[in-house]
């Protein structure tokens, strides 16, 4: 049915008080079952499920992923099916209430996967596991408690749109009041994609393989597991297992002396990594990323390793990482990108990005008009209206300076963040929430790689010889701007099907934990399990396939900050001035263009620090989804369903079987979300295990 909402003009002209007794008579459902056991422990367990996706994507990538849509699908479909063997199946607001959980576990990755594990490169030295958690999930519990005096405003007054979360409370509604077929075929399409990339990343696992070859060696001599894998070392090291590198083949070719190698500049490509791979969690990424950004970090990429570092290494410029014993010089992607081509990565991103924030001063003044505009009696009265279900305002008066006084504390005692600094950190973290959390409700975007340059270059011109004030400030100021950013917008989608709003802020603090719980001791054992005193951290860390992309940016601009510009080899500070004039230039033609300029230098950065193979298959993704959605763009009927032109496009994203729909648009359109999802999902969570596997199994 359609959801009611107050007309523009109502929003406009209303008091605040009308609009909440509006809501209270006409969306409200006071009686409906929402924070329940069930939907807590469900979200509670999707949660930390695609928190653990989410690190090994962010890994990769740089970037975390949206997981509200995903969540609600999966809890729907569980619980049709539930409902076939007796249970009574989630209502509405359970849902609700459980995507809540989960999306907060979801984002609970983002500081390990930037600041902190800049903040370790950096000092060379591991954090405790412990102080990680309880770090994050303090800020992350600021957050909340940041966020619900700017509710009444943003959500109960202004009605913004916060778009991610009206896509879910839109797609929500259509699930529990039209046909249920829309969500499972959803739910099968994500099932059979993550089935098909759990099947091939599994194929590709080079410890499952080698664990049932032990297991089959085991069987047939009767030794024991610790013998079978001391005394068969080079059969199980020989283990086939499926190869996803799509040039593999032709290297083949090039080992027999049936074909040439690969170079640019006198560098074999493959040495920078350029080497095409069939990442199915990458290609579900490039999907929801869509083809410009992934194109313009194939432009970077290729700029990158085809271009600029291979002149810059027949110029001198870049070193060879080692030599062979036969004095053949030998370069990597890894040691070629933190040696000179991170720099002026680094600078194209941090002047797209900064420019990007300033270039909106509608999205920045308006954070702050409406906390100096009059308020009538009646609004100065109007908190008794909701007082029943809204989070009493005293907790967030009162909780703000306690546990921000406990996070300057952990700051200080566990990252030497002076006293005074992390002090001055908290005033600064409410201005950039504002930002955030108007920036979220405007465009559904949370700029928080662009919001966390202004601590780190703030804090670091006080204190530039330590990089663990500028980083860890960052960290507290982000953090908590994200995760205010993030509750607003679970909370819209709950303010528009008539949910309990305080029920809804104990969700959240659930699922920080869930993801907290989930992703801090998985993060030690993916990319920590092979550290050793003595080794260096980064190195241990940064590998192939795990980038770091994130981290490596937050690294750079604190090494930038504490030896200066003269630190770094002459040919790269060129790099970098070049780098910022043409991002500079790039994006105010975008932004004057209103993004019909076909070039993001925010992408072409990002294409330099991400792995090339990562790149390429999220192009290839992209580009798939690209060429099916002009496929079988028009075969989505019109448009119009019983419940309005916005719920007749949500259907159709849904993927139901509308007449005269079709099976490829029914996929490739309006399944598009799930197919990604499932894709990363599977290929990630399979991933994982394989990693585990070598942990725990093979070690």
């Known amino acids: 049915m359609a959801l009611k909402q107050l007309t523009e003009e109502q929003v406009r002209t209303w008091t605040l008080e009308q609009k909440d007794r509006w809501w209270l008579a006409n969306v409200f459902r006071g009686d409906m079952a929402q924070l329940t056991l069930r939907s807590a422990l469900t979200g509670f367990l999707l949660g930390g499920l695609l928190s653990a996706t989410n690190l090994y994507v962010g890994a990769k990538t740089g970037w975390t992923l949206g997981v509200g849509l995903t969540s609600v699908i999966l809890a729907f479909a569980v619980f049709k099916i539930m409902m076939k063997m007796g249970a009574r199946d989630f209502t509405i607001l359970e849902n609700n209430a459980m995507q809540s959980i989960a999306t907060s576990a979801g984002y609970m990755t983002g500081p390990l996967i930037s600041g902190m594990t800049a903040y370790m490169w950096v000092q060379n030295a591991l954090l405790p596991w412990w102080q990680m958690l309880l770090f994050n999930v303090v800020l992350s519990v600021l957050g909340v408690l940041v966020a619900f005096p700017m509710k009444r405003r943003f959500i109960n007054d202004e009605q913004q749109p916060f778009p991610e979360g009206r896509a879910v409370g839109v797609v929500l509604d259509t699930l529990y009041t039209s046909d249920a077929s829309h969500g499972m075929f959803q739910a099968k399409v994500l099932g059979t994609t993550a089935a098909i990339a759990g099947l091939v990343t599994f194929l590709a696992g080079d410890a499952y393989l080698k664990a049932l070859h032990a297991v089959a060696i085991m069987a047939r001599t009767g030794d024991a597991w610790l013998k079978v894998l001391d005394q068969h070392k080079e059969v199980l090291d020989k283990t086939w297992h499926l190869n996803l590198h799509l040039d593999g083949w032709y290297y083949k070719l090039v080992e027999q002396g049936k074909a040439w190698m690969p170079k640019v500049g006198g560098v074999e490509i493959r040495q920078l990594g350029v080497s095409p791979a069939l990442d199915l969690a990458m290609i579900g990424a490039g999907g929801l990323m869509g083809i410009r950004p992934a194109a313009n970090m194939l432009l970077g990429m290729a700029l990158n390793f085809l271009v600029i570092v291979p002149w810059m290494i027949s110029e001198g410029e870049i070193k060879a990482a080692r030599f062979t014993a036969a004095g053949e010089p030998i370069f990597t992607r890894i040691h070629v990108l933190n040696t000179w081509a991170l720099w002026w990565g680094i600078a194209i991103m941090v002047i797209a990005s900064i420019v990007g924030l300033f270039a909106k001063p509608k999205v920045l003044i308006s954070a702050f008009t409406g906390l100096f505009s009059k308020r009538s009696a009646a609004d100065e009265s109007a908190q008794g209206v909701l007082r029943h279900i809204e989070l009493p305002i005293w907790i967030s008066f009162v909780g703000v300076p306690i546990v921000g006084a406990v996070g300057v504390w952990m700051a200080h005692a566990w990252f030497g963040v002076d006293w005074y600094l992390g002090a001055a950190a ?67 989608p709950g303010y528009m099907l008539g949910a309990k709003p305080r029920q809804q802020a104990i969700g959240h603090v659930i699922g920080i934990f869930a993801g907290a719980l989930a992703s801090t001791p998985l993060f030690y054992i993916l990319f920590l399990s ?43 500070q060129w790099s970098m001035a070049i780098a910022a004039a043409v991002g500079l230039v790039f994006e105010v033609t975008r932004i004057l263009t209103r993004n019909k300029f076909p070039i993001s230098p925010l992408a072409i950065g990002l294409g330099v620090v991400v792995p090339p193979d990562s790149t390429m298959a999220m192009f290839m993704g992209a580009g798939l989804f690209w060429i099916m959605g002009r496929i079988y763009k028009k075969g989505g009927g019109n448009g119009e369903g019983g419940g309005g032109a916005e719920h007749g496009r949500v259907e159709g994203q849904l993927g139901g079987a509308a007449p005269g729909r079709s099976l490829g648009h029914r996929l490739w359109v309006g399944a598009q979300e799930p197919v990604c999802a499932g894709l990363i999902a599977g290929a990630a969570l399979v991933g994982i295990g394989d990693i585990l596997v070598r942990v725990f199994v093979l070690k």
């Open 426 to 492: 908290i005033p600064l973290i409410i201005v950039l929430t504002m930002i955030a959390v108007n920036s979220t409700a405007l465009t559904g975007i949370t700029p928080t790689g662009s919001l966390s340059k202004i601590p780190q270059f703030l804090f670091g011109a006080i204190r530039p010889k330590h990089p663990g004030t500028n980083l860890m400030t960052a960290v507290m100021c982000v953090e908590v701007a994200s995760n205010a950013s993030n509750l607003l917008m679970d909370i819209k």
């Open 530 to 572: 092979d550290f050793e005193p003595g080794k260096e951290v980064q190195k241990v860390m940064m590998t192939e396939q795990f980038g770091f992309p994130s981290a490596l940016q937050w690294k750079g601009i604190a090494d930038l900050i504490r030896d200066g510009f003269g630190s770094m080899a002459v040919s790269a």
